[in-house]
């Protein structure tokens, strides 16, 4: 997980929530497969076919605020977003996020320093290069990168117990 | 260093005598609740475990809310999935008798517990002193297998609330305005810690409707010490205490706000932020197509009361749909002793069956295109009663209610 990518930059601003990431109507859809077109729709209906596998998502604060759904996290980690990188995010998005093994990371500055499009090299747990510009990141917790580095809770609880 | 209720009941159930803000301790949870909003997927993901167990099914809740009764195939399959699920094991489960929260409250929920919803507004349960927070399913199923999870202990911030709400003046205008006030992420990751002489004012339904709201501000959990008020709710509902705390008066907070109760006036939050809140005036004449009153924030008999006065010997406005959704049989019935569901149905409202409805934007009132809600429910996001080009502006049972009459939003003392 600590090795350095690159990633287009698909930018929001603040207070994304969980019905913006994924309205209510299309909850009832049998797979998260189904649910993909449908990510990020009342804002912007074409994002989600816009999103290629490798992407990320550049946000202002309070990313995935509101309900507890977790075919939030799972829908954009099914679209292919490496991570998503907020000023700040609702915390029950953050745990449900890192249960599905979506990276996140915490940083104040990026959002206002790039737009649409611009390419970053992300070197986890250390820096986000955009533009020739450097931005620190903080690593995560170790055991939340052992959850991440499995692919989720559900996986590291079985890698843990020696079922995979 | 004292600890805050917060931090005394996180060490409580993890067994320990100390914790402080920013340590990470694992937990025995109290009791687990779930909801037809991703009780499915918990059990998908259950029943791929290579030996699967429930830690102690006693502690679990099962609660069918959403979409009760079911809208389509797909939601009658979701709901068979976990009415099998839940009789094969032996969990308690409810269906069709009202929105979980609301069942939580009047039927398991003690003071000093320690409770995961897979349900963003499980903080409600603060109203009677214990730790609810929203969690999602892959937490639940961690929870519901191990009987245990992991918690950053989080700060607190200590609402002192002194005086009394004016006559016209609700607990949702009082939330409101502390929303608007520290913003839709102001008590992110933190806990609300309700407090003061102007507490022992708030009834159990105004206390259940200010904690229910908090995670509008981010707020992991909220809570609100425990006296008589709430001692006297748990005896008429049977129940004791697991432990009540108080916190210390050296316990550190990250923000203490003086709350005049006296000053709070009505308020609406506009379309589309939880914390867009404006003074409900600055609101009137704005036209409307449907009115609820219902919800885990305010569908309880005393906001039907306030409902009723406001309209009673009135009608709903033309062309206006008013949904009225008791938030439990046990509402229900009161209101229909009362006499209260004759004086809407004589208004011309829409009584429903007790469910989450239109607050979630499925089962039921769903608006469309360009249409506008005015509702007592809990979110008022782009999109979230229906579709994403319509409008929500939530308010009081009493603003609802008025501006039911009068087709647009306004206030009680204006119908």
């Not at chain 1, 450097?134 to 995560?140: C, H």
């Not at chain 2, 009202?98 to 349900?119: K, S, T, W, Y």
């Not at chain 2, 639940?140 to 009394?164: C, D, I, Q, R």
């Not at chain 2, 469910?355 to 979230?384: D, H």
């Amino acid at each position: 997980m600590s090795e350095t990518f690159k990633a287009k930059i698909w930018k929001l601003d603040d207070d994304i929530d969980t019905d913006i990431v994924l309205p209510t109507e299309y909850l009832a859809l049998k797979t998260v497969e189904d649910m993909k077109p449908y990510a990020f729709s009342p804002l912007r209906p074409e994002l989600a076919a816009q999103i290629k596998p490798g992407d990320m998502i550049v946000a202002g604060k309070n990313f995935g605020c509101g309900s507890s759904r977790e075919q939030a996290p799972e829908v954009v980690k099914a679209l292919g977003v490496s991570c998503i990188v907020a000023q700040s995010f609702a915390r029950i998005f953050f745990r449900n996020a890192i249960n599905n093994g979506l990276l996140l990371i915490e940083n104040p500055d990026l959002h206002d320093a790039v737009k649409e499009g611009d390419e970053a090299l992300v070197t986890p747990g250390e820096k986000i290069v955009v533009n020739g510009k450097e931005f620190p990141i903080a690593s995560l917790p170790e055991n939340l990168m052992e959850i991440l580095n499995a692919g989720g809770l559900v996986k590291a609880m079985r890698k843990r117990n020696g079922l995979d | 260093m004292g600890m805050t209720m917060a931090e005394k009941i996180i060490a409580l159930a993890a067994g320990i005598e100390k914790t402080k803000a920013g340590d990470i301790e694992t937990v025995t949870l109290d009791r687990l609740m779930s909801n037809d909003g991703t009780t499915h997927l918990t059990i998908d993901m259950y029943n791929k475990l290579k030996n699967p167990h429930i830690a102690d099914v006693e502690k679990l809740v099962w609660i069918v809310d959403h979409n009760i009764p079911s809208d389509s195939p797909k939601t009658a399959a979701s709901h068979k999935k976990m009415r099998d699920f839940a009789a094969e094991h032996g969990i308690t489960y409810y269906e069709g008798e009202g929105v979980c929260h609301q069942i939580m409250m009047e039927n398991h929920v003690r003071p000093g517990e320690l409770i995961f919803g897979a349900d963003s507004h499980t903080c409600a349960y603060g109203a009677l002193g214990a730790f609810g927070t929203g969690v999602g399913c892959t937490d639940y199923l961690y929870a519901m297998v191990t009987g245990t999870s992991w918690l950053l202990v989080p700060e607190s911030l200590k609402f002192n609330l002194h005086g009394k709400l004016r006559e016209g003046v609700y607990a949702r205008d009082l939330i409101l305005t502390i929303i608007g006030r520290i913003g839709a992420n102001g008590a992110n990751y933190k806990a609300m810690e309700f407090c003061g002489e102007g507490l022992a004012t708030l009834s159990m339904a105004d206390r259940i409707s200010i904690c229910n709201l908090c995670v509008e501000a981010g707020a992991k959990t909220a809570l609100m010490e425990v006296d008589d008020v709430a001692l006297d709710y748990l005896k008429a509902h049977g129940r004791e205490p697991k432990a009540i705390v108080k916190s210390d008066p050296d316990a550190v907070y990250s923000e203490t706000y003086d709350i005049d109760l006296n000053e709070i006036e009505p308020i609406v939050a506009k379309p589309h932020f939880v914390d867009n809140v404006v003074p409900a005036k600055e609101c009137e004449g704005v036209k409307i197509d449907e009115a609820f009153l219902g919800s885990c924030n305010n569908g309880r008999i005393e906001d039907l009361r306030v409902g009723a006065e406001v309209i009673k010997g009135k009608k709903v406005a033309e062309r206006v749909r008013f949904l009225v959704v008791p938030a439990s049989r046990a509402v229900y019935e009161q209101a229909m002793k009362e006499g209260l569901l004759d004086i809407f149905l004589d208004a011309g409202a829409i009584i429903m069956n007790p469910n989450c409805s239109v607050c979630w934007g499925a089962c039921q009132g769903v608006i469309g295109e360009g249409e506008t809600l005015i509702s007592t429910g809990t979110r008022n996001f782009k999109g979230r009663a229906g579709h994403k080009d319509s409008f929500v502006y939530l308010a009081s049972a009493a603003t609802v209610t008025a501006s039911a009459i009068a087709g647009k939003i306004t206030t009680a003392d204006r119908v």
